[in-house]
């Protein structure tokens, strides 16, 4: 059966930086092809690209992922009943989210004990885990408590409502959700699988972390008083990395449903989530140490590949480490220009594949011949174009 599948592969320069680091402080590593390279967890650029969804997409198609679900929704159900006090309104919360999403939603023990203690008022209700609603649900989760304000507990328990509630936290999915899942540990019915898949980012070379000593000046010190204020180190190290990322856009379209407007075309949903996530995932950075390193780059080279069959990561091109000869980018554009149509021709995996190159400079050159040359704006604008088309002719 034939897929829509997104892959988006980016090689990218960092100068000395410490992007994602360890529990110790030590940027993060892993042996590949029998060498230390360096690595960038694929939990650091999904957050890194859910930030930058910010300014790409409109609100109402994202959501928040917290703990403090419960006073989201009871704002907006004081927006929506201004006549209903912050305490109900956090009750109502509460078990509404509770009997839609099977999580407990009470104030944490601690805080309890400490409000007590202090003399405080009563601490809101959380949910024991973060919590990822869109939100068209955290909206749909407070219309349903206003309704059922007179007893919220009886109202829930009846059959119809129950579902209701449950139906609203499985529907309209913001587009993170769509994209990067979600998993409710208390209610496995209402779990969302990724449409999307990004792998930890490596180095194309072998690497060794280097270790910064740094001192600060302590401006108010008498001449008499020699030395730092305070002194330290930090590690970093520097990488042309590759990046790798792949959405399953069919998946996609139906974790997002219906769209916001009804006027919208069918596939406009989609294509608005694909183009925020091509863009978001392209221009996105960890920040890590940012103010440390300032390790503001954008990438040397962007390939993506629209396909009818299953993902296919281009990791292996650097599995022999690049070495330096002038700088790494060269030499990693021209392991991958070659060793991507190799991998096709030998799975044939070459048909009915759309492929699009972003490049920089002349050490990029060699993937030209890959698919078709354009900016990162034309890119955007072609694969979204191109999801939708795909998807209108599977109807």
Same mark, same amino acid.
């Given at each position: 059966?034939?897929?829509?599948?997104?892959? +988006?592969?980016?090689?990218?320069?960092?100068?000395?930086?410490? !992007?994602?680091?360890?529990?110790?402080?030590?940027?993060?590593?892993?042996?590949?092809?029998?060498?230390?390279?360096?690595?960038?967890?694929?939990?650091?650029?999904?957050?890194?690209?859910?930030?930058?969804?910010?300014?790409?997409?409109?609100?109402?198609?994202?959501?928040?992922?917290?703990?403090? /679900?419960?006073?989201?929704?009871?704002?907006?159900?004081? &927006?929506?009943?201004?006549?209903? @006090?912050?305490?109900?309104?956090?009750?109502?919360?509460?078990?509404? =989210?509770?009997?839609?999403?099977?999580?407990? =939603?009470?104030?944490?023990?601690?805080? /309890?004990?400490?409000?007590?203690?202090?003399?405080?008022?009563?601490?809101?209700?959380?949910?024991?885990?973060?919590?990822?609603?869109?939100?068209?649900?955290?909206?749909? !989760?407070?219309?349903?408590?206003? @309704?059922?304000?007179?007893?919220?507990?009886? #109202?829930?328990?009846?059959? @119809?409502? %129950?579902?209701?509630? %449950?139906?609203?936290?499985?529907?309209?999915?913001?587009?993170?959700?769509?994209?990067?899942?979600?998993?409710?540990?208390?209610?496995?019915?209402?779990?969302?699988?990724?449409?999307?898949?990004?792998?930890?980012? =490596?180095?194309?070379?072998? +690497?060794?972390?280097?270790?910064?000593?740094?001192?600060?000046?302590?401006? %108010?010190?008498?001449?008499?008083?020699?030395?730092?204020?305070?002194?330290?180190?930090?590690?970093?190290?520097?990488?042309?990395?590759?990046?790798?990322?792949?959405?399953?856009?069919?998946?996609?379209?139906?974790?997002?449903?219906?769209?916001?407007?009804?006027?919208?075309?069918?596939?406009?949903?989609?294509?608005?989530? +694909?183009?925020?996530?091509?863009?978001?995932?392209?221009?996105?950075?960890?920040?890590?140490? =940012?103010?440390? #390193?300032?390790?503001?780059?954008?990438?040397?080279?962007?390939? /993506? %590949?629209?396909?009818?069959?299953?993902?296919?990561? #281009?990791?292996?091109?650097?599995?022999?480490?690049? &070495?330096?000869?002038?700088?790494? /980018?060269?030499?990693?554009?021209?392991?991958?220009?070659?060793?991507?149509?190799?991998?096709?021709?030998?799975?044939?995996?070459?048909?009915?594949?759309?492929?699009?190159?972003?490049?920089?400079? &002349?050490?990029?050159?060699?993937?030209?011949?890959?698919?078709?040359?354009?900016?990162?704006? @034309?890119?955007?604008?072609?694969?979204?174009?191109? +999801?939708?088309?795909?998807?209108?002719?599977?109807?």
């Amino acid at each position: 059966m034939s897929r829509t599948i997104l892959d +988006v592969h980016v090689l990218q320069t960092v100068p000395p930086s410490n !992007l994602n680091r360890d529990d110790t402080g030590t940027p993060k590593t892993a042996v590949y092809g029998g060498a230390r390279r360096s690595r960038v967890s694929s939990q650091a650029w999904k957050r890194a690209t859910r930030t930058a969804f910010g300014s790409l997409l409109d609100p109402r198609e994202l959501g928040t992922r917290t703990k403090r /679900v419960a006073e989201l929704v009871s704002s907006r159900i004081r &927006e929506i009943e201004p006549s209903i @006090e912050e305490a109900e309104a956090l009750a109502l919360a509460a078990e509404t =989210i509770q009997v839609a999403t099977g999580s407990k =939603i009470e104030p944490p023990k601690r805080k /309890v004990d400490a409000a007590k203690k202090n003399g405080d008022p009563a601490p809101a209700p959380e949910s024991a885990y973060l919590m990822f609603l869109s939100a068209r649900q955290r909206e749909g !989760l407070a219309e349903l408590a206003v @309704e059922g304000r007179e007893d919220i507990k009886a #109202f829930l328990k009846e059959k @119809e409502n %129950k579902a209701r509630a %449950k139906s609203i936290a499985d529907t309209h999915h913001s587009v993170d959700i769509a994209l990067f899942g979600r998993m409710v540990a208390d209610g496995a019915d209402i779990n969302v699988d990724a449409a999307a898949q990004v792998a930890h980012a =490596i180095s194309v070379h072998a +690497v060794e972390n280097e270790s910064d000593y740094y001192t600060a000046v302590d401006d %108010k010190n008498p001449e008499e008083e020699t030395g730092a204020g305070m002194i330290g180190t930090v590690e970093f190290n520097s990488s042309t990395l590759y990046r790798y990322a792949a959405v399953d856009v069919d998946l996609l379209r139906r974790n997002l449903g219906e769209g916001l407007r009804e006027d919208d075309p069918i596939t406009e949903p989609l294509r608005r989530a +694909v183009e925020a996530f091509v863009r978001g995932f392209v221009e996105s950075l960890p920040t890590g140490k =940012i103010n440390t #390193f300032g390790h503001h780059t954008l990438p040397d080279a962007v390939v /993506v %590949k629209l396909r009818g069959a299953r993902p296919i990561s #281009f990791v292996g091109a650097f599995e022999e480490p690049v &070495e330096a000869e002038a700088g790494h /980018v060269a030499q990693a554009c021209e392991r991958l220009a070659e060793y991507v149509p190799q991998v096709e021709k030998a799975f044939g995996a070459s048909d009915d594949v759309d492929t699009w190159v972003v490049r920089v400079g &002349e050490r990029t050159a060699k993937l030209a011949g890959l698919g078709e040359d354009v900016t990162l704006p @034309e890119l955007v604008e072609r694969v979204g174009a191109a +999801v939708a088309g795909r998807q209108a002719s599977a109807e």
